[in-house]
């Protein structure tokens, strides 16, 4: 092959290149929103209630795992009168800085205790979004499918439902 020719390839080549990045930049651009991320292990640290009781581990135990694009979260707390409720939820979710937007793939809540609904429940397929909040270094949005609204900020992550509970969560990894 002449090298006249290969350095033409070449540059066709760049271009091409060229292009396909200007589109992928243009496209972003035009949406108006840069993914965020969340990504890593939280583990759940201790349950504050609105009488400023604390509840820790082993009476109320979790943890959350963010990948780049899936959630699976894990809680589980005892009542007062010795009651389980437990969660489970897995679930694909794509975080930008003005929405998360999460596809529950499937949650099993065991309700014992007569919080939400008595009983073992499954949830399956479906999808909802949540506007998010950036300020001073801190995400905070409202889980879809979940009751707490939640901020990320450096390595913690707090989940309130207000009147109900403040949960305090700690990044492992």
């Known amino acids: 092959m002449k090298a006249g020719r290969l ?3 070449l540059l066709i080549l760049c271009f091409i290149g060229s292009l396909g990045f200007t589109f992928s930049d243009h496209s972003a651009e035009n949406s108006g929103s840069k993914t965020v991320s969340i990504e890593g292990t939280y583990k759940f640290m201790y349950r504050k209630l ?4 604390e509840i820790k581990p082993p009476a109320a135990m979790g943890l959350q795992t963010f990948t ?11 009542d007062k009168d010795g009651h389980h409720f437990s969660l489970s939820v897995v679930s694909k979710y794509k975080l930008t800085d003005k929405e998360y937007t999460e596809t529950l793939l499937y949650s099993v ?4 205790a007569g ?3 008595k009983g073992i429940t499954y949830d399956m397929n479906k999808t909802k979004s949540s506007p998010v909040k950036m300020e001073n270094g801190k995400i905070s949005f409202q889980f879809p499918f979940d009751p707490p609204y939640t901020t990320f900020e450096g390595n913690k992550m ?3 439902k207000k009147g109900m509970f403040t949960d ?4 492992v990894n």
Not at 109 to 112: A, F, V
Not at 168 to 171: F, G, M, V
């Open 168 to 171: 305090y969560w700690e990044k």
């Open 115 to 117: 919080i939400i609904k």
């Open 7 to 9: 350095i033409g390839y």
């Open 109 to 112: 809540m065991n309700d014992e």
């Open 50 to 53: 609105p009488d400023g009781t």
């Open 68 to 78: 780049k694009e899936y959630r699976n979260f894990n809680v589980m707390w005892v």
């Open 158 to 160: 707090i989940a309130t």
